[in-house]
């Protein structure tokens, strides 16, 4: 479903839904959310993420995204509480599998804490601090500080990283042995969402579908070869069916 993009000033004095992504980059969790807005056809509008502006910090409470806000209601930030939001406001079709635990933890480990895309990000943080790729000294430094990187942290999030694609790739290969291309049962779930949209963290999409930065194409393409090993077709073939089938195509950003 189409969004437009306004200014802090404009989505402070409007109501109904607006949401806060990071501008020019294909943050897993604000295309998953974009994503999750656009498969129930929820309407809501854009504000890109501001550094330095006291109005927006008062606004949206925090210096992230997604944000999402709707009228005067607390701003909501979490995977889950946006998911969960969405699924309140419309109800069909519902992204919450039959097996809803099931479907819970897989979406946690892919865009939760210590998830896929968490352990990815001090992955590329670690590369980028021994000048190894990943993403670039000053915002490596940056991104690191935010997200709890320590030299440890750093060298598990590598295993973390090549364990959750493994697991991942197991379960679609099970799932297509039934017959179905995605993670629970016939149809797309938020967790299908969720995969397709962190693989921009391994694997971003063509530049086609998703322009970005150069050099921000050049951090999230960044792969050693265990790296490499560990993603499996499957995955990237799931990515593009989820992207074909069910999401906007080219991205927003």
């Not at 290969?173 to 039934?178: I, L, V």
């Amino acid at each position: 479903m189409p969004f437009e993009y306004i200014s802090t000033d404009e989505a402070i004095a409007s109501d109904g839904l607006r949401m806060v992504v990071v501008g020019n980059v294909p943050s897993p969790w604000g295309e998953a959310a974009k994503g999750i807005f656009h498969v129930k056809r929820i309407a809501w509008k854009a504000v890109r993420l501001e550094y330095d502006n006291p109005a927006f910090d008062a606004w949206a409470k925090q210096q992230t995204g997604p944000v999402a806000i709707y009228n005067n209601d607390t701003p909501l930030s979490g995977w889950r509480e946006i998911l969960e939001f969405a699924e309140q406001v419309a109800p069909e079709p519902s992204l919450i599998a039959s097996d809803a635990y099931a479907m819970f933890g897989l979406c946690h480990d892919l865009v939760g804490e210590n998830g896929l895309g968490w352990a990815r990000r001090l992955q590329l943080v670690e590369m980028g601090l021994k000048g190894q790729g990943g993403f670039l000294e000053p915002v490596a430094k940056y991104i690191g500080h935010k997200y709890g990187y320590t030299p440890e942290t750093g060298t598990a999030s590598s295993a973390r990283v090549h364990d959750l694609l493994g697991q991942i790739a197991d379960r679609l290969k099970a799932q297509k042995a039934m017959g179905s291309p995605y993670f629970f049962g016939q149809s797309l779930s938020a967790a299908d969402i969720y995969c397709a949209t962190v693989m921009a963290l391994i694997s971003p999409l063509p530049e086609a579908q998703c322009q970005m930065k150069e050099t921000t194409r050049e951090a999230f393409s960044s792969l050693d070869d265990a790296t490499k090993a560990a993603l499996d077709p499957i995955i990237l073939a799931h990515r593009d069916l989820v992207y074909e089938k069910h999401l906007e195509l080219p991205l927003s950003l």
